[in-house]
């Protein structure tokens, strides 16, 4: 799965040539070891439990200037100063800019937090609220130095105002453009400091008029948390409007509004658009825009309702003959 991720990423701009999918993978995996740590220290906490305080609020990292940056409020908690352990039950872990206002905020059932790495583990089911973005699933592990948050489980993402063509970026729809969308996967990995989001296990982005789904998928964000560029692998489908497409991998990038599916040696990209006339094309690589009717192909058979089928090449030549 590495390689072909690895490969996948040699087809995209060479801007994208910065981001080394096998470096990063390598993190995530130092970072998962640690989580199986905080995991093993919330049960340890648990057996320790001796009369935990209640409604407890306790700041445990600072700005520079020596406001509050991050605090953990739960209904029980007790601090464990033998190993630096903040356990709590029906826990908000809040983090604040410098003038004091609240920047994101976690809801959580219990939680564990190492005051020395500035991480913790959320046991069961946790909520979490960002920029008007919504995210939950079931254990989570979260690093703020890191600026690094993995959940393992059932993750649900909602997002505000997402735009997914040119027009939207454009202005060229006004407000009707911006439309919300919704992530699924089994497990997700965001890393804030590289702009980078893992979506791994059943994975599925929608919107009312957009949708892709895949084994796995990169979302690549820019400087504003805000989607770049999506790269998916393995059995990839993609839906738009009365396009509806499958392939092996594919990419999309959202400044250009393009999705471009590869298809692979026995398994080629299609795309099929079931409108008036309905079409269906295959081919190694097959590029349309989101919000225009071009598309691109290469390696292509095209077959269109009321018997035309053949090699597209072909069929373009006999069309001008």
């Known amino acids: ?34 989580a199986e740590r905080l995991q093993a220290a919330y049960t340890s906490c648990v057996a320790r439990l001796d009369e935990p305080a209640a409604d407890v609020t306790i700041p445990f990292e600072r ?52 005051r020395v790495t500035k991480s913790g583990w959320v046991q069961g089911h946790a909520r979490a609220l960002h920029l008007g973005n919504e995210v939950e699933g079931d254990g ?5 130095e890191e600026e690094f948050v993995t959940i393992y489980a059932n993750t649900k993402i909602r997002v505000k105002d997402q735009k997914f063509d040119t027009k939207a970026i454009a202005g060229g729809l006004g407000k009707a453009a911006k439309r919300d969308a919704e992530i699924s996967a089994v497990r997700t990995d965001y890393d804030r400091k590289d702009g980078v989001v893992l979506f791994d296990g059943a994975v599925s982005v929608s919107d009312a008029e957009y949708s892709l789904g895949a084994d796995r998928i990169f979302a690549f964000l820019d400087g504003t948390n805000s989607l770049k560029r999506i790269v998916a692998d393995g059995s990839v489908t993609v839906t738009n409007g009365t396009r509806n497409g499958g392939c092996p991998r594919a990419s999309y990038e959202k400044s250009l509004g393009r999705v471009t599916m590869f298809g692979e040696e026995g398994n080629p990209a299609k795309l099929v658009d079931a409108g008036s006339r309905r079409s ?14 071009q598309v691109e192909v290469e390696g292509s058979t095209l077959t269109v309702e009321g018997g035309v089928s053949g090699d597209m090449d072909d069929f373009m030549r006999q069309a001008v003959e």
């Open 63 to 114: 700005h520079a200037d020596g406001s509050v940056k991050a605090s953990v409020t739960a209904k029980k908690a007790q601090v464990f100063l033998d190993t630096g352990m903040i356990w709590g039950s029906e826990v908000v872990v809040s983090q604040f800019s410098t003038n004091g206002v609240e920047d994101a905020h976690v809801e959580a059932d219990g939680c564990v937090i190492d």
């Open 1 to 34: 799965m590495r390689k072909t991720l690895i490969a996948l990423l040699a087809f995209a701009p060479a801007a994208a040539f910065a981001f080394r999918s096998d470096e990063w993978l390598a993190k995530r995996e130092i970072l998962s070891r640690e």
């Open 140 to 144: 989570i592990y979260f690093s703020f």
């Open 280 to 293: 269906e094309i295959e081919g190694r690589k097959i590029t349309f825009w989101l919000d225009s009717e």
